[in-house]
């Protein structure tokens, strides 16, 4: 007699909920995010105030005024961008794409070929855009890695190699 052995996997586990928060770099979206937090925490302690709640209530309506603060000014992280990649080059990046779907979009050959000519000097401000940003990252590890040497500061040092090996 044979068994087959079968794995029941659980539905109601959801993955784990990565936001974007590269996008806090950027004073706007910082300023954004931390004005809507303080909003929502604001007004989820007067609730709280008004009806006596446990601390499991408590926990709960942090979890859900974070987790949704997140969605409305963050979004979520939809691909792993490089974090020497500055914003507004993930802005150009975004403009990049908006124009190729712009050209898929067109009509007529005309239209098509001059959103084209846009695109491909939008293509050739990111990648030049990438490059110096790329640069200067690189430039800003050599001056904590020198910094870090002339304090002795071996652990700095060490963490700084250590990105500087996943670029």
């Known amino acids: 007699m044979k068994l087959k052995l079968k794995k029941h996997w659980k539905t109601e586990q959801t993955a ?10 950027d004073t706007d979206e910082l300023n954004e995010f931390k004005i809507t937090l303080n909003n929502r925490l604001l007004s ?15 926990w709960k309506g942090i979890k859900e005024a974070l ?18 990649i500055f914003m507004e080059t993930l802005d150009r990046i975004q403009e990049m794409k908006n124009k190729k779907t712009t050209i ?3 009509q007529t050959r005309a239209d098509k070929v001059k959103t084209q000519a846009e695109y491909t000097e939008a293509n ?12 200067k ?25 250590e990105t500087d090996r996943e670029i």
């Open 16 to 25: 784990l909920k990565r936001f974007n928060t590269a996008f806090l770099r």
């Open 67 to 84: 987790t949704s603060t997140f969605q409305e000014v963050l979004d979520r992280k939809k691909h792993c961008h490089k974090e020497w």
């Open 44 to 58: 989820l302690q007067d609730l709280l105030k008004e009806e006596e709640a446990t601390m499991e209530d408590n």
């Open 104 to 106: 898929n979009n067109s």
């Open 137 to 161: 990252y690189l430039e800003d590890l050599v001056a904590t890695a020198g910094k870090a040497v002339t304090e002795g500061n071996i652990k700095q040092l060490y963490d700084n190699e």
């Open 124 to 135: 050739k401000q990111v990648k030049k855009s990438i490059r110096a940003d790329k640069q």
